[in-house]
């Protein structure tokens, strides 16, 4: 039977925790039940309520007066919190609603009913939940000394219309709760963000797969590289997969690591309780609980927050951390997820037909125009300005703190004052925000934070490491670092430290380690505050010398193309070196010694202007006066890198001079050095007597001295010289002399050298079928040892094979792409090699006509890697 619709005050109560309740302690729990169950019988009939039910270890109640029903439950929860229930503290959660509802078979039901109950679902165990209009009936009459805390409009869950709560304070009640439970939205304090997030799509996902297959994740990375924003955006993406909660644990402002466990608590709405300590009890309150805790910057109270997230994470299975640090928390179970910095323009993605679209592809200058265009809404990406954008964006490593500052000073400064302004950029970027953490108002003060929180040795050891360039290995920073207070074998550990500080990256590959260039700018201030830096860069010098004064060997042998490679990888540590050695006079000869070392390797890696312009800085550092065999070493070197460049009246002046400080000297070494370098110089400038007879005389004089290396360059000097005069049977042995000796001493860029001369002669002669095969054998060794020199001139003697096998366009597609090549590296061929090639070219031109022969010419300009080697094994291979 139905009754019609009554109006009442209907109550839910439940027990927090009961099942574990009775998983651990059945028998006392069978106990404090039954003497729960009375307490609340007792409570509700004294007030003339009545059990509709008991629901679960909990009742259902109603009552036909609100204040009667508050009293009830008032009268529970003081009995209740005055004494343990045989020996267990119940904590009784309770909701109370007033409404309609429609009452049968004893039974009440109706929205007013649901509504209650999830009223009671949203509290916690000793806490009693009003809705609104229970509150408005009995605010008036409320008993001493009880009020009401307003909690605010809450949407509970399965309910369309939110409500709005309140709770109900007593002296001898607990006041103090976490946030409300059950929600439809998962409770959190994630704060609102104030600006759009930029970017971050490949970090965001990555960061959600880690943090779903391990339960403490930590975003590590140094200061202003946006932990703390991509934390935050990641937490408010899976706010749904935690009922109980995301968390959001700010520990900035925290000086005292003790403090960490009570700034949690306080988030969580959590007390000390009786008989247990604060961290006990956030142990005890999450432990049935899934939620999601975030940890923001940890690194200054690393200690503390290791051991609270191990003592979570063993407590509880349903609680992941998600920490940001600028060092790990070094526990179990922690998988580290370093944070990149924003992707930005390479030099090479910008010139004259750069769009702002395509600059925009990059996550940097995203962010920068975002920020700027909210200080300057006038603000725009566009031609003028994409250079200058794309250059803060780069100097700036795309660190996301640096940029937002730069963006800010668009306000009152161009782009590209800014992009000049960076020089000092520690005194450019600030803000006046003062609602930020002032650590974050400077790029100055973001970086002194990581620094105040290293050792002594690491602040040592952080300085020192600003002399390198571009980055170095473990080998080079202990032997560069090492000395005046730091041990060698301390070097390991101690780098190891800023990495996992986020001060140094450890590079792809795991063999070297770079800094960015702010905090390489920031250290060097304090390698040049401490004192140290005089010593470090001599240091930094003398290794790279020693390292460099393996070169010539090793350039002219078997590990020609790895020993290359690692020259590429410290080349800005020896360019590095040599201005250390231009600011230092103690370095002077150092320097000398250097670029003498290096000059094969610009020569073979096509970097003839750079080791021209070093090589004559080097030579200023001495003067004129000075005849002495470093400045005669010099000259030399000087004069044969400008015969690679087809400097030819300039190299003659530096060679005469060396070749005249040599016999002052009276030293033999140098005189027949500088004989073949000077023979390429008057053959050049159109005296071949004077070239024949350098070429021959060097040859006679290390013939005698059985120097196998100088005897091979000397062949083909000569050789060269009667191709020029038109003496093949002369110049024939000689090539073959030079090719023989190369294979001997495992020297691959003189054998393809020795070939290439080879198969201009033959060519000439009419063999190509004998030159393709010549030629083919250079193309292997070039693609073994990435020689600039032989990779050219290959392309310019099949431009001339295929010109004297008829194929015009095929000729002058090549020669495109040889002339191409030499406008990059700036390598000049020589007057021989100019005379083979100019009236084959010739001939192509007038076979092919004007119209085609240009167009493949420019086409071959234009032609990538992939093209050139696609024709390439066409012409060699066969290949189509």
């Given amino acids: 039977m139905s009754d019609p619709a009554v109006t009442a005050t209907f109550v839910f109560t439940d027990i927090e925790g009961s099942t574990r309740l009775w ?9 404090a039940l039954a003497q729960h169950d009375a307490i609340c019988r007792d409570a509700v009939g004294a007030w003339r309520g009545r059990i509709v039910k008991t629901t679960g270890d ?38 109370l609603h007033l409404g309609p509802a429609e009452r049968r078979d004893g039974d009440y039901y109706g929205p007013a009913l649901n509504r209650a109950a999830r009223i009671m679902a949203a509290a916690h165990g000793g806490q009693v939940l009003l809705s609104q209009t229970v509150a408005d009936a ?28 309140q709770q109900l304070l007593h002296p001898a009640l607990r006041a103090a709760f976490p946030p409300l439970r059950a929600l439809a939205r998962t409770p959190s304090n994630l704060p609102q963000a104030l600006n759009r997030f930029v970017g971050r799509e490949r970090e965001l996902a990555e960061a959600r797969e880690l943090l779903a297959r391990s339960r403490l994740l930590t975003l590590l990375g140094m200061g202003g590289m946006g932990k703390s ?20 644990v700010e520990l900035a402002p925290l000086v005292d690591g003790a403090r960490v466990p009570q700034v949690l608590a306080g988030v969580l709405g959590l007390a000390e309780e009786r008989g247990r300590s604060l961290t006990e009890t956030l142990l005890h309150w999450v432990r049935e609980r899934r939620l999601l805790i975030v940890l923001d910057n940890c690194e200054h109270v690393l200690h503390a927050c290791a051991e609270l997230a191990k003592q979570l994470l063993q407590a509880a299975a349903g609680v992941r951390l998600l920490a940001s640090s600028r060092d790990t928390l070094k526990i179990a179970g922690e998988t580290v997820y370093p944070v990149p910095a924003l992707s930005v323009p390479a030099p090479s993605d910008v010139d004259g037909r750069t769009s702002p679209a395509a600059l925009l592809r990059h996550e940097g200058v995203q962010l920068f125009v975002e920020r700027a265009r909210a200080v300057q809404p006038a603000f725009a990406l566009e031609a003028g300005n994409v250079a200058a954008v794309a250059a803060v964006c780069r100097t700036l490593d795309g660190i996301p703190l640096a940029l937002e500052l730069a963006a800010a000073r668009v306000r009152t400064l161009s782009v590209q004052a800014i992009s000049r302004r960076l020089v000092d950029r520690f005194a450019l970027l600030k803000t006046d925000d003062r609602t930020v ?52 074998a301390e070097v390991l550990d101690l780098l190891g430290r ?54 010539p060997q090793k350039l002219s042998g078997p590990e020609q193309a790895a020993w290359l490679h690692c020259l590429d990888a410290e080349r800005d540590n020896l360019l590095a070196a040599h201005v250390a050695c231009g600011r230092d006079a103690a370095c002077r000869d150092a320097g000398l010694e250097l670029v003498f070392v290096l000059k094969a390797y610009w020569r073979t890696r096509g970097l003839l202007e750079l080791g021209h312009r070093v090589t004559l800085e080097a030579l200023a550092r001495t003067r004129a006066e000075e005849r002495d065999f470093g400045r005669c070493r010099v000259l030399c070197d000087a004069g044969q890198l400008c015969c690679f460049l087809g400097r030819f009246e300039e190299a003659r002046r530096h060679l005469e001079e060396s070749r005249a400080i040599a016999h002052e000297l009276g030293d033999a070494g140098r005189i027949s050095a500088v004989m073949q370098p000077l023979g390429m110089a008057y053959l050049a400038l159109g005296d071949r007597a004077a070239a024949q007879a350098l070429y021959e005389a060097t040859l006679r004089v290390h013939d005698e001295a059985a120097n196998p290396r100088v005897t091979m360059v000397a062949s083909n000097s000569l050789a060269q010289l009667h191709r020029a005069n038109g003496d093949f049977d002369a110049a024939g042995p000689l090539y073959a002399r030079v090719i023989a000796l190369a294979r001997t001493m495992g020297d691959h860029e003189s054998m393809a050298i020795g070939l290439l001369n080879q198969a201009m002669m033959t060519i000439t002669r009419g063999d190509t079928a004998s030159a393709r095969g010549m030629l083919a054998e250079v193309r292997e060794i070039a693609r073994t040892m990435d020689s600039e020199p032989v990779a050219q001139s290959l392309l310019e003697v099949l431009a001339g094979l295929a010109a004297a096998e008829g194929d015009g366009a095929r000729a002058a597609w090549l020669y495109g792409s040889a002339e191409a090549r030499s406008a990059r590296n700036g390598i000049r061929r020589d007057a021989n090699d100019d005379a083979f090639l100019q009236p084959l070219m010739a001939g ?24 050139i080697s696609t024709v390439l094994g066409t012409l060699l291979d066969g290949r189509v």
């Fill in 23 to 31: 998983e651990r302690e059945p028998e006392a729990m069978r106990s």
């Fill in 58 to 95: 909990g009742i259902h109640a109603v009552f036909g007066e609100p204040l009667d029903a508050l009293q009830a439950v008032l009268e529970m929860q003081l009995e209740l919190a005055r004494a343990p229930v045989a020996g267990i503290e119940l904590k009784v959660r309770a909701g």
């Fill in 138 to 165: 009995v605010r008036a009459r409320l008993p001493a000394p009880c009020a009401l805390l307003d909690l605010g409009t809450a949407r509970l869950r399965d309910l369309d219309a939110p409500e709005h709560l």
């Fill in 229 to 248: 924003r991509l934390s935050l955006q990641l937490a408010a993406t899976l706010l749904d997969e935690y009922p109980d909660g995301v968390w959001l």
């Fill in 437 to 488: 953490l002032p650590r974050q108002r400077t790029l100055r003060a973001l970086i002194d934070w990581s620094h105040e929180l290293l050792s002594e040795p690491e602040c040592l050891l952080f300085a020192r490491l600003a002399v390198f360039a571009g980055g170095w290995t473990l080998e080079s920073a202990e032997a560069v670092t090492a000395g005046n207070g730091l041990q060698e």
């Fill in 498 to 551: 800023l990495v996992e500080k986020s001060l140094v990256v450890l590079a792809p590959g795991g063999e070297r380690y770079l800094m960015l260039d702010t905090v390489h700018a920031y250290a060097a201030e304090k390698l040049d505050a401490s004192g140290d830096a005089t010593a470090t860069r001599r240091r930094h010098v003398e290794h790279f010398l020693r390292f460099a004064a393996e070169s």
């Fill in 844 to 867: 192509a031109r007038a076979a092919s006509g004007e119209a085609v022969y240009t167009a493949a010419e420019r086409d071959g300009r234009s032609a990538d890697d992939t093209a």
